[in-house]
């Protein structure tokens, strides 16, 4: 049978390597193999929630070997580090224990394919800054956010025993970058800040006593997106009580402290690097795949590489032309439309037949700002324009867009009894996770 590999499970590879088994793997006209280091999968854009203990990993995440069983495809766990396209091979790197003591548990590996689909998403770019790799914290993985959970929680429990002791300080938290995740994560660091209090996990206290300050390079948030959200956005920060700096790029970052280029000094107990992203390294160096300055593989509007055309290249880690010399940007809907597209693409590739070039539609962004708010614009031929919304509406539409990924790759039902279940679990345990 014709073999289709997919490297990389999240969003745009989970959903297309699902959308193949159930049609082409249940009928036995492809072998479909997802590849991932990681065993299972979580929808990158909670990550924040994660974070901030406002979302339990546990009831959210996605088993790839369940996954698989359940819509016809091999998974595979392994990282790439290599590839022949001659010999149509992978090399898969060994995987070894996880609790770190050494031990081998699966050996390197070779995979063979016919058809290749690299989806492996994005990493944190730093820019070359010194200090910023060293001394921030990331949110690329599951384990960075757990990771990032784990520290706001300690320092609050330090933090809270100080002030009992009657040294009254204040704890700094640095976010770099004002993007969607700086925006987001800012924003439900108070969210967190509240549950933390009513468990008496922090200081209690008419104000707040966690100073967060959001650092963006450019002269606004949100640089993607329209100016008027980034206006509505920075206004709403201001009412949460967030220090929004902009147009001071950060020069360096200490272990409690960051620098930026007009010489500001910022405490930062916790400093927290959201400020740009670029494809992983390994793109780089596969077997003379065309890639840009931040890795991302150079394909056509079908998606196949510039290089190879049995190998295509979907989400974060593709360079897509759009229109107008624009590129595609690296959001999770265009990584939905790719895969939607794709699907469809290599079952007529299977059967030999031609098919047309992907087409991305923009329908807006939404970004979160809290529990109870969001802020965003919708665009696009079902309502002849672009509109700008907030408030309860933006947020129930945000919560809707995780809800239509967890339908694509889970089935409309399961969506449904997954959002009865997580309603009710969220009416017995804490607003946030306390340990």
Not at 116 to 137: D, E
Not at 260 to 285: E, F, N, Y
Not at 392 to 403: E, N
């Amino acid at each position: 049978m014709h073999r289709i590999v997919i490297v990389g499970g999240g969003a745009g590879g989970l959903e297309l390597a699902t959308r193949l088994g159930d049609k082409l793997g249940k009928s036995q006209r492809a072998n479909i193999t997802l590849i991932d280091r990681c065993p299972t999968h979580v929808w990158k854009p909670l990550l924040h929630e994660v974070a901030t203990g406002s979302l339990d990993t546990h009831a959210h995440q996605i088993e790839y070997a369940a996954q698989a069983h359940w819509h016809h495809f091999e998974f595979v766990r392994g990282e790439l580090i290599g590839l022949d396209r001659e010999a149509k091979l992978l090399r898969l790197e060994a995987v070894f224990d996880a609790e770190g003591n050494g031990e081998e548990i699966l050996p390197a590996r070779n995979i063979t394919y016919d058809t290749l689909v690299l989806a492996l998403g994005s990493r944190t770019h730093f820019f070359g800054v010194p200090g910023a790799q060293a001394n921030a914290i990331t949110l690329d993985t599951l384990e960075q956010a757990e990771l990032l959970r784990r520290r706001l929680l300690q320092t609050c429990m330090k933090h809270r025993a100080r002030n009992t002791a009657g040294k009254q300080d204040t704890l700094h938290i640095a976010i770099i970058g004002g993007g969607a995740t700086g925006v987001e994560l800012s924003a439900e660091l108070r969210r967190m800040e509240k549950g933390f209090r009513q468990f008496g996990l922090h200081p209690s206290g008419h104000e707040s006593d966690i100073n967060v300050t959001l650092v963006e390079a450019g002269p606004r948030v949100l640089p993607a997106l329209p100016a008027r959200i980034a206006s509505t956005t920075t206004e709403l920060l201001g009412k949460l009580g967030i220090d929004v700096s902009l147009g001071d790029p950060v020069i360096e970052v200490e272990r409690h402290q960051i620098t930026t280029k007009g010489g500001r000094d910022i405490p930062a107990d916790i400093t927290i690097w959201a400020a740009g992203i670029k494809a992983p390294d390994v793109l780089a160096s596969l077997d003379g795949l065309s890639v840009n300055r931040i890795n991302q593989v150079m394909v056509s509007r079908s998606l196949q590489s510039e290089t190879d055309p049995n190998v295509f290249a979907i989400g974060d880690c593709a360079s897509c032309s759009w229109t107008g010399g624009r590129m595609v940007p690296p959001r999770a809907q265009a990584a939905h439309q790719q895969a939607t597209y794709l699907a469809n693409a290599l079952r007529a590739r299977v059967k030999g037949r031609s098919f047309g070039e992907f087409r991305y539609m923009d329908h807006g962004s939404l970004v979160s700002l809290g529990s109870l708010s969001a802020v965003g614009n919708l665009m696009g031929g079902v309502i002849g324009g672009n509109i700008l919304i907030e408030g309860l509406v933006a947020k129930f539409m945000y919560a809707a867009l995780y809800r239509k990924h967890l339908a694509a790759v889970c089935g409309r039902r399961r969506m449904v009894v997954d959002l009865v279940v997580h309603g009710l679990r969220r009416v017995a345990m804490p607003s946030v996770k306390l340990h």
